[in-house]
């Protein structure tokens, strides 16, 4: 099973820019089938920011991160990126990476890119803080 780690976080004011970085190690990687990243926001449930298919590298993004997060892969399919720019003070929170093996996510993620349905391997996570 792929394991991941995520880096990157940090505190910027409103307007700034980060950069998420999600390491892949280890298991079938060329398996997996989606690559997303999630947020969750203090008292908030768990959602889903940006999703990348592997076959073709298509993304899905939630509407509240359209036109300001880019979601990204190396050319060795083994890291995953996250550009955020413009951030809001509401985009604090946790954001994780996470990875999934079943087919079914590509046709998902595209009518719900906030659900975590079919993911099953996920990060540690790292704090992203926007202030004003």
């Known amino acids: 099973q792929v394991q991941l780690v995520e880096s990157g976080g940090g505190s910027v004011q409103a307007g700034g820019s980060l950069r998420l970085s999600c390491r892949a190690t280890s298991g079938y990687i060329n398996a997996i089938h989606c690559l997303g990243w999630f947020r969750r926001a203090p008292g908030k449930d768990r959602e889903g920011v940006a999703h990348l298919l592997t076959a073709g590298d298509d993304t899905y993004y939630t509407d509240s991160v359209k036109g300001r997060f880019i979601i990204s892969q190396d050319d060795a399919k083994t890291t995953l990126y996250l550009d955020m720019n413009g951030l809001k003070p509401e985009d604090t929170a946790m954001y994780y990476c996470?990875?999934?093996?079943?087919?079914?996510?590509?046709?998902?993620?595209?009518?719900?890119?906030?659900?975590?349905?079919?993911?099953?391997?996920w990060g540690q996570g790292t704090q992203v803080n926007v202030s004003l």
């Open positions: 996470a990875a999934a093996y079943q087919s079914e996510c590509i046709t998902y993620v595209q009518k719900v890119p906030r659900s975590s349905l079919w993911y099953n391997y």
